[in-house]
Protein backbone atom coordinates (compact mmCIF):
# COMPACT_ATOMS: atom_id res chain seq x y z
CA UNK A 1 0.00 0.00 0.00
CA UNK A 2 1.40 3.88 -1.10
CA UNK A 3 1.91 5.80 1.72
CA UNK A 4 1.25 8.78 0.72
CA UNK A 5 1.47 12.69 1.60
CA UNK A 6 -1.15 15.51 0.76
CA UNK A 7 -0.02 19.00 0.76
CA UNK A 8 -2.98 21.42 1.12
CA UNK A 9 -2.20 25.10 0.57
CA UNK A 10 -5.67 26.74 1.53
CA UNK A 11 -4.47 29.93 0.89
CA UNK A 12 -4.01 29.41 -2.87
CA UNK A 13 -7.48 27.39 -3.51
CA UNK A 14 -10.29 29.14 -4.68
CA UNK A 15 -12.90 27.09 -3.78
CA UNK A 16 -14.63 25.61 -6.87
CA UNK A 17 -14.86 22.41 -4.98
CA UNK A 18 -14.12 20.39 -7.56
CA UNK A 19 -11.20 18.07 -5.20
CA UNK A 20 -14.62 17.27 -3.36
CA UNK A 21 -16.26 16.12 -6.11
CA UNK A 22 -13.85 13.54 -7.13
CA UNK A 23 -12.32 12.67 -3.72
CA UNK A 24 -15.34 13.40 -0.88
CA UNK A 25 -13.59 11.22 1.41
CA UNK A 26 -10.60 13.57 1.90
CA UNK A 27 -12.43 16.98 0.82
CA UNK A 28 -14.85 18.80 2.88
CA UNK A 29 -16.89 22.08 2.61
CA UNK A 30 -15.25 24.99 4.78
CA UNK A 31 -16.97 28.23 3.71
CA UNK A 32 -15.62 29.47 0.56
CA UNK A 33 -12.72 27.17 0.75
CA UNK A 34 -12.13 23.18 1.65
CA UNK A 35 -11.01 21.54 4.43
CA UNK A 36 -8.65 18.42 4.10
CA UNK A 37 -9.95 15.81 6.64
CA UNK A 38 -7.27 14.94 9.08
CA UNK A 39 -5.00 17.54 7.79
CA UNK A 40 -2.21 18.60 10.10
CA UNK A 41 -1.77 22.34 10.25
CA UNK A 42 1.70 23.38 9.67
CA UNK A 43 1.33 26.50 9.74
CA UNK A 44 -0.95 29.71 8.95
CA UNK A 45 -1.90 28.40 5.08
CA UNK A 46 -0.71 25.01 4.80
CA UNK A 47 -2.00 21.60 5.95
CA UNK A 48 -0.69 18.18 5.43
CA UNK A 49 -2.09 14.53 5.85
CA UNK A 50 0.08 11.37 5.60
CA UNK A 51 -1.50 8.09 5.42
CA UNK A 52 -0.93 4.66 3.75
CA UNK A 53 -3.61 4.67 0.81
CA UNK A 54 -4.95 1.16 -0.91
CA UNK A 55 -4.58 1.56 -4.27
CA UNK A 56 -8.00 2.23 -5.11
CA UNK A 57 -7.82 4.66 -2.78
CA UNK A 58 -4.47 6.13 -4.05
CA UNK A 59 -5.96 6.85 -7.43
CA UNK A 60 -8.37 8.80 -5.98
CA UNK A 61 -6.56 11.02 -3.56
CA UNK A 62 -4.36 11.64 -6.94
CA UNK A 63 -7.29 12.91 -9.32
CA UNK A 64 -8.46 14.48 -6.80
CA UNK A 65 -5.42 16.59 -6.42
CA UNK A 66 -5.23 16.92 -10.20
CA UNK A 67 -8.32 18.53 -10.70
CA UNK A 68 -7.58 21.55 -8.39
CA UNK A 69 -7.61 24.27 -11.34
CA UNK A 70 -4.63 26.50 -9.18
CA UNK A 71 -2.75 23.51 -7.75
CA UNK A 72 -3.53 23.81 -4.45
CA UNK A 73 -3.10 20.29 -3.66
CA UNK A 74 0.51 18.18 -4.12
CA UNK A 75 0.84 14.39 -3.80
CA UNK A 76 3.88 13.09 -2.93
CA UNK A 77 5.33 9.09 -2.55
CA UNK A 78 6.51 9.34 1.07
CA UNK A 79 8.46 5.83 0.33
CA UNK A 80 9.68 6.76 -3.33
CA UNK A 81 9.99 10.25 -2.85
CA UNK A 82 8.31 11.28 -6.14
CA UNK A 83 6.35 14.16 -6.11
CA UNK A 84 2.93 12.93 -8.03
CA UNK A 85 1.11 16.31 -8.03
CA UNK A 86 2.85 19.18 -7.70
CA UNK A 87 1.52 22.03 -5.11
CA UNK A 88 2.14 26.01 -6.05
CA UNK A 89 2.28 26.91 -2.15
CA UNK A 90 1.42 30.90 -1.67
CA UNK A 91 4.44 33.06 -0.48
CA UNK A 92 3.51 33.19 2.85
CA UNK A 93 5.05 29.47 3.05
CA UNK A 94 8.88 30.69 1.92
CA UNK A 95 10.09 34.04 3.39
CA UNK A 96 8.85 37.63 1.96
CA UNK A 97 10.91 40.34 3.31
CA UNK A 98 10.17 44.30 2.15
CA UNK A 99 13.55 45.89 1.64
CA UNK A 100 15.13 48.16 3.82
CA UNK A 101 18.35 50.41 3.41
CA UNK A 102 18.80 53.86 4.67
CA UNK A 103 21.66 55.25 2.90
CA UNK A 104 22.51 58.33 4.98
CA UNK A 105 22.63 56.24 8.12
CA UNK A 106 23.78 52.54 7.28
CA UNK A 107 26.57 53.65 3.65
CA UNK A 108 30.02 52.29 4.92
CA UNK A 109 32.75 53.26 2.44
CA UNK A 110 34.75 49.85 1.56
CA UNK A 111 38.50 50.30 2.84
CA UNK A 112 40.01 48.30 -0.33
CA UNK A 113 39.18 51.76 -2.53
CA UNK A 114 36.75 53.24 -4.74
CA UNK A 115 35.53 53.27 -8.00
CA UNK A 116 35.66 56.37 -10.34
CA UNK A 117 33.15 55.23 -13.57
CA UNK A 118 32.91 57.93 -16.42
CA UNK A 119 31.73 57.48 -20.25
CA UNK A 120 33.72 58.31 -23.39
CA UNK A 121 31.18 59.44 -25.94
CA UNK A 122 33.65 59.57 -28.50
CA UNK A 123 34.67 56.13 -28.71
CA UNK A 124 31.27 54.88 -27.04
CA UNK A 125 32.72 53.57 -24.19
CA UNK A 126 32.49 53.15 -20.52
CA UNK A 127 35.50 53.91 -18.28
CA UNK A 128 35.79 52.41 -15.02
CA UNK A 129 38.71 53.02 -12.70
CA UNK A 130 39.71 51.63 -9.04
CA UNK A 131 41.26 53.65 -6.49
CA UNK A 132 43.20 51.90 -3.52
CA UNK A 133 44.34 54.78 -2.41
CA UNK A 134 43.19 58.45 -2.56
CA UNK A 135 43.70 60.03 -6.02
CA UNK A 136 45.76 57.12 -7.11
CA UNK A 137 44.36 54.64 -9.86
CA UNK A 138 45.63 51.15 -9.81
CA UNK A 139 43.04 50.00 -12.29
CA UNK A 140 41.46 50.73 -15.47
CA UNK A 141 38.43 49.08 -17.28
CA UNK A 142 37.24 50.03 -20.63
CA UNK A 143 34.30 48.33 -22.30
CA UNK A 144 31.57 48.25 -24.04
CA UNK A 145 28.66 46.80 -21.65
CA UNK A 146 28.01 46.54 -18.02
CA UNK A 147 28.29 42.76 -18.45
CA UNK A 148 32.22 42.25 -19.92
CA UNK A 149 33.31 44.80 -17.53
CA UNK A 150 32.59 43.47 -14.19
CA UNK A 151 32.65 39.96 -15.23
CA UNK A 152 36.65 41.46 -16.04
CA UNK A 153 36.80 43.38 -12.81
CA UNK A 154 35.28 40.17 -10.78
CA UNK A 155 36.55 37.21 -12.51
CA UNK A 156 39.60 37.88 -14.01
CA UNK A 157 41.40 41.05 -12.47
CA UNK A 158 39.66 39.28 -8.92
CA UNK A 159 39.21 42.53 -7.37
CA UNK A 160 38.90 42.10 -3.86
CA UNK A 161 35.82 43.73 -2.55
CA UNK A 162 32.66 43.98 -0.38
CA UNK A 163 29.21 42.26 -2.49
CA UNK A 164 27.80 45.48 -1.75
CA UNK A 165 30.58 47.15 -3.43
CA UNK A 166 29.85 45.28 -6.46
CA UNK A 167 26.15 45.53 -6.34
CA UNK A 168 27.07 49.37 -6.44
CA UNK A 169 29.61 48.94 -9.72
CA UNK A 170 26.62 46.93 -11.16
CA UNK A 171 24.48 49.79 -10.95
CA UNK A 172 26.69 52.15 -11.59
CA UNK A 173 27.74 50.58 -15.04
CA UNK A 174 24.14 50.15 -16.22
CA UNK A 175 23.31 53.81 -15.21
CA UNK A 176 26.42 54.72 -17.43
CA UNK A 177 25.52 52.71 -20.36
CA UNK A 178 21.85 53.52 -20.51
CA UNK A 179 23.54 57.13 -20.59
CA UNK A 180 25.62 56.32 -23.48
CA UNK A 181 22.76 54.75 -25.60
CA UNK A 182 20.35 57.52 -24.81
CA UNK A 183 22.77 60.48 -24.90
CA UNK A 184 21.89 61.76 -21.59
CA UNK A 185 24.56 63.17 -19.02
CA UNK A 186 26.08 60.46 -16.38
CA UNK A 187 27.12 61.54 -13.32
CA UNK A 188 28.43 59.18 -10.95
CA UNK A 189 26.07 58.56 -7.56
CA UNK A 190 23.30 60.89 -9.44
CA UNK A 191 20.36 59.36 -10.57
CA UNK A 192 19.79 59.67 -14.68
CA UNK A 193 17.81 63.04 -15.62
CA UNK A 194 16.24 62.07 -19.35
CA UNK A 195 15.47 65.23 -19.86
CA UNK A 196 19.05 66.17 -19.67
CA UNK A 197 20.12 65.39 -23.01
CA UNK A 198 24.20 66.30 -24.14
S1 LIG B 1 -10.08 21.90 -6.29
FE1 LIG B 1 -8.45 23.19 -5.49
S2 LIG B 1 -9.28 25.23 -5.58
FE2 LIG B 1 -10.98 23.84 -5.77
S3 LIG B 1 -11.70 23.61 -3.71
FE3 LIG B 1 -10.30 21.94 -4.08
S4 LIG B 1 -8.36 22.71 -3.35
FE4 LIG B 1 -9.69 24.45 -3.54
Not at 71 to 97: L, R
Not at 112 to 139: D, W
Not at 146 to 174: C, M
Amino acid sequence: MPKLRIKFDKKTCIGNKACMAVDSERWVNSEDKVDLVGGEKINENIYVLEKEFNEEESKIVIEGAEVCPVNAIGIVNVDSGEEIVKVEVSEEESKVVEASYDDEKEFQLDEKGYFLIKVNRENKKIEVAFCEKPNEISLTVKGDNPLEIYQTIINKEKLEIRKDHYAYLGRELQKAYTALRENIEYVQDDELDFSNKV
